[in-house]
């Protein structure tokens, strides 16, 4: 898939942005996000379903979340 010049974005504007562009990746769009002038990660969409798990250990518990 291309991507255009308004999909490449520096970490800082990413940031402040980060909930509009998680969805246009869901759409299909991928976002390439850079550091200090170079890439750094690139946001896509995700189809792999996750499955919670809860771990329990006497008063504590923790959650995590694993692919399935």
Request: aromatic share 10%; hydrophobic share 45%.
């Amino acid at each position: 898939m291309g991507f255009a010049a308004s999909d490449v974005v520096p970490f800082t504007q990413a940031r402040a942005n980060l909930s509009e562009w998680a969805d246009q990746a869901k759409a299909g769009a991928e976002k390439i996000i850079t550091k200090n002038g170079e890439s750094y990660v690139t946001l896509i969409e995700s189809s792999v379903p996750v499955v919670p798990v809860i771990f329990l250990t006497g008063a504590y518990s923790m959650r995590q979340t694993y692919p399935l």
